[in-house]
């Protein structure tokens, strides 16, 4: 982190001390020496330190000056210094803040002046002169104290964070004292000036500042339970007996034909997952899919007969629907017969271990010698 400068003689414009020379001749002769005396306290000051960050590079601990994986210097890593770019920035808020200090001071200084000049001659024009360099240099005092509140707060945010990866919004300004509203403009001021480095940014979609690495993956929220029955069925239970209804409600001996085996087949599934939970995973869309579809074709081709009307369009619903019954009755089918798969992989494994200890054993039967009699 870099030393605050607070040489603020060192950095007076010449410009402005030149106009000041015109309106307060001795004010501008005595700015000009303290301004040279403080630059040259600044200079040294900026030696000593240069000084001290040498000496702490040159004898960091041996391990951390061979392995680290970055490039370091005054113990921060490269991606943790900030850019060129955000240094300039940070440099140009500190001069415009210090330019308008001095430069309301000047103003401030020479309007109360100019007062005092205005009692003595009586001339009015300079009232008007004076007050308006009261107004001006106190309007830029003011943005200078909010310019440097600004800057106190970026610190404040700064220390904060300190060497976390990354910390949530809400937390960073609760733990700095800043609404969130204003909170949010001091960071990414913050991050404009390099305060945390060349890789820090806000992440608006879990509301963290990311200092370094990738952000925290937000925890999915916990999927409500299902509410209990209030009749006590089992979802297996409830599901069978919409198939019941369903098929019940039909008036054609085919297709109740075709409902009665859905719900045979259904049954039998049900019934395996029951005895081994680890087959209900594999009828996740089997049941939030293929069965609520089945009851829904069901329900309507029951509607639509129960019209006693046979136009185009009725009958050509009932047609799709009758075929897709039959691809139901194949696809449940199926899934039957998928439940006993890792069943028969079990199975066929154990035979061939069977076989083998048999076959080494001697016990199979199959030999080359045989007893003559």
């Known amino acids: ?107 401030l200084f020479t309007g109360v002046v100019g007062l005092g000049d205005w009692m003595d001659s009586g001339d009015w024009n300079y009232i008007f002169t004076s007050l308006s360099m009261i107004v001006g240099g106190g309007g830029a005092l003011v943005f200078s104290l909010m310019l440097k509140r600004v800057s106190k707060l970026e610190r404040q945010l700064d220390k904060v964070v300190g060497d976390r990866d990354n910390i949530p919004l809400e937390e960073l300004f609760a733990a700095a004292g800043i609404p969130p509203e204003k909170g949010r403009r001091v960071l990414e001021n913050a991050i404009d000036h390099g305060y945390f480095g060349a890789d820090a ?77 680890s087959k209900q995973e594999q009828l996740r869309k089997f049941i939030n899919y293929y069965l609520p579809t089945s009851l829904k074709l069901l329900n309507t081709y029951a509607q639509l007969d129960s019209q006693g009307v046979d136009g185009e369009n009725i009958t050509k619903t009932k047609q799709s629907i009758e075929r897709s019954l039959d691809l139901l009755v194949t696809a449940f089918e199926n899934q039957l017969d998928k439940l006993f798969q890792s069943d028969a992989l079990d199975v066929s494994a154990d035979i061939a271990a069977l076989e083998g200890m048999l076959n080494l054993d001697g016990l199979s039967g199959d030999s080359d010698f045989s007893v003559q009699p």
Request: charged share 25%; with cysteine.
């Open 201 to 277: 940014y806000i992440d608006n979609r879990t509301d963290f500042l990311v200092v370094r690495g990738a952000a925290p993956i937000p925890a999915r929220p916990a999927e409500p339970e299902p509410e209990p029955d209030p009749t006590g069925e089992t979802q297996y239970e409830k599901l069978l007996r919409q198939l019941r209804q369903a098929g019940s409600a039909l008036s054609d001996p085919v297709m109740q034909e075709k409902a009665a085996r859905l719900e045979q087949i259904s049954a039998r599934i049900f019934a395996l997952a029951e005895k081994d939970a």
């Open 1 to 107: 982190m870099q030393p605050q400068r607070r040489h603020y003689f060192a950095h007076i414009p010449t410009i402005a001390l030149l106009i000041l020379l015109g309106l307060a001749p001795w004010l501008a002769v005595i700015l000009f020496i303290v301004r040279a005396i403080d630059r040259d306290s600044e200079k040294k000051e900026l030696q000593a330190a240069r000084d001290r960050q040498d000496y702490t590079a040159d004898f960091r601990p041996y391990h951390t000056r061979q392995t680290a994986p970055y490039d370091y210097s005054a113990g921060y890593a490269a991606h943790d210094l900030p850019t060129a770019e955000q240094q300039k920035a940070k440099l140009r808020h500190q001069r415009f803040t210090r330019l308008c200090t001095i430069a309301g001071a000047i103003l």
